[in-house]
């Protein structure tokens, strides 16, 4: 059975085309989430293994949605997402317990590489 | 306070960045050319800076350049309306995560960005002036322009936002 990912992001698009980089791997999209609350909401009944997460979203963004999923789930992998890339933000991700953090735009192989080595620590 | 970049380091910085991301993530090769704005069916898509800089930047081209840039994307021929809304808007926002990350490095200011908005025709928000406009030809001669607008006022009523140094450029 492949792994089960949970992609949160407000962007249809970019949820699309994630998922379509995933397709024939062993990745499989377990759940779409459009904002951070929606995430937390679906966090515990999804249980997936890994969650790619978008930065800036309306609402609770990507940084204040992983680190309120970390508390109640430390065991949760988290990669973030973004197209900002600032290295504080880097640095605020990975304080907050985020494996990994991807700049848009990246490639199948940015995507799968940095997935399998977070579900390989 | 206002940000001092000279203009030609700003143009530098979104010529850059619109053809790199435009080709890398939409399969599309812009020219900087001198045409005139693009006069047949267009659509804008725009986004606003909105902490620490402040400034809007809008692209507006002919549809087929928006046609072109979701059916890459997508990889696949037919698209609906919506598509061409949503991705439009996804690859503006991360030509614009692109721009903001060189800001950051001429200034070391970090700014941030709202949603991106897409519309039918131009686009022109009274409360903005146009400060900087880069006409564009795509490979198969289609027009675009991208549009650097800046406020005349902030919420605050305190002129600020991205400006240029004429003894600069």
Known sequence: ?121 | MDTVVSRKELETMFNETLQEVTRRVGGIRLSQSSAPPPAGEVYTVYITFERGVYARLCLSADKSIFIRLTQYMMRREDVTEQDVEDFSKEYFNVVCGHIAAKLFQATKIASRFGAPGFCSGRYQPADYEEHLVLSYSGDQSEGAQLIHLRPLETPAGELTGLRTDPSLS
């Open chain 1, 1 to 121: 059975m492949g792994k089960r990912i949970m992609i949160v992001d407000d962007s249809r698009a970019q949820a699309f085309q994630v998922k379509g980089l995933l397709e024939d791997t062993d990745y499989e999209v377990a759940a779409c989430c459009q904002t951070g609350e929606e995430a937390l909401a679906e966090y515990s009944v999804i249980q997936p293994d890994l969650i790619t997460m978008d930065i800036i979203m309306p609402g609770m963004d990507g940084l204040e949605t992983a680190q309120a999923i970390l508390e109640g789930h430390p065991e949760a992998k988290i990669v973030m997402i973004s197209s900002l890339d600032y290295e504080d933000t880097r640095k605020e991700a990975s304080d907050i317990g985020a494996k990994a953090f991807l700049n848009k735009p990246f490639t199948r192989d940015d995507l799968i590489s940095t997935l399998d080595r977070v579900m390989n620590e």
